[in-house]
């Protein structure tokens, strides 16, 4: 059985906090930018996941708070005629926190982290 510092110890690991969603429209991959929080420790870091994984890394952070919709923190620009840069920006929602799970990562998924 656990004791509550047991308990307490493992709610902080492993916790993935997504700040930004980023992708281009010619580009095949989505940079996702995060903070891993392993009990109190913390780095930033970049995951890059193919783009068709996109509607399915939504949905779960979509249901994190349903009284949310995260379409508002879509920002699109245009940087050219033919080359657009799409952003979910989280990191402005100071309330709010969404987390990347496990079992939205895919066999693809690589890590940037400097």
């Not at 620009?77 to 952003?87: A, G, I, N, T, V």
Request: charge should be negative.
């Amino acid at each position: 059985m656990f004791d509550q510092k047991e308990k307490d110890m493992k709610n902080l690991t492993d916790k993935i906090v997504v700040r930004q969603i980023e992708w281009m429209n010619n580009e095949e991959d989505m940079h996702i930018t995060c903070t891993v929080r392993n009990g109190f420790f913390e780095y930033d870091t970049t995951l890059v996941l193919p783009g068709f994984e996109l509607n399915k890394v939504l949905l779960k952070l979509q249901k994190q708070h349903v009284e949310f919709d995260v379409q508002d923190c879509l920002k699109i620009e245009k940087w050219d005629e033919e080359e657009f840069r799409y952003l979910f920006d989280f990191s402005t929602l100071t309330e709010k926190e969404f987390v990347f799970g496990n079992q939205i990562i895919s066999e693809n998924m690589k890590q940037i982290r400097a």
